[in-house]
C-alpha cells in the first residue's frame, strides 16, 4: 500500500512560484511505477497536471502548463515534485499527488482513473 503526502501549496502572486512535494512511501523503489500531478478547482473535474514514470524518468505535461511547469523527482524514487513557475490566476486549485504500479503502455497518464493511489492535496491559490 503506497502512501502519499503533499506539501507546498500556498498563496502568490501572479507571476510567481512555487514548489510542490509529493512524500512516498510503502512501496519498492525497484518496482515499476508512474506518479503524477492533479489538479481541482471548485465546480470543475480533476484534471492531469503532469506525470512521469521510473522508466527513464519521461515525462509528459498538460498543454495549459507546458513550459512553465516541471515534474521531477529524487533518484530513489520516494519524493516528487512539481515546479511551477508563471503562475496565472487559473492556475488555483487543490493540487494531489498520485501513483500507480501498474504498466500501461497505451494508457493516458494524465487520466485520474490511471492512478490507484492518491494524496490528500495541497492547496495553491494564485492572486491577480
Known amino acids: 500500500q503506497m502512501q502519499l503526502v503533499e506539501s507546498g501549496g500556498g498563496s502568490v502572486q501572479a507571476g510567481g512560484s512555487l514548489r510542490l512535494s509529493c512524500a512516498a512511501s510503502g512501496y519498492s523503489y525497484s518496482t515499476y511505477y508512474i506518479m503524477g500531478w492533479f489538479r481541482q478547482a471548485p465546480g470543475k473535474q480533476r484534471e492531469g497536471v503532469a506525470a512521469i514514470n521510473s522508466d527513464g524518468g519521461s515525462a509528459v505535461y498538460a498543454d495549459s502548463v507546458k513550459g512553465r511547469f516541471t515534474i521531477s523527482q529524487d533518484n530513489a524514487g520516494n519524493a516528487l515534485y512539481l515546479q511551477m513557475n508563471s503562475l496565472k490566476p487559473e492556475d488555483t486549485a487543490m493540487y494531489y499527488c498520485?501513483?500507480?504500479?501498474?504498466?500501461?503502455?497505451?494508457?493516458?497518464?494524465?487520466?485520474?482513473?490511471?492512478?490507484?493511489?492518491w494524496g490528500q492535496g495541497t492547496q495553491v491559490t494564485v492572486a491577480s
Open positions: 498520485a501513483a500507480d504500479y501498474r504498466r500501461a503502455p497505451f494508457a493516458n497518464n494524465l487520466a485520474p482513473t490511471r492512478y490507484r493511489y
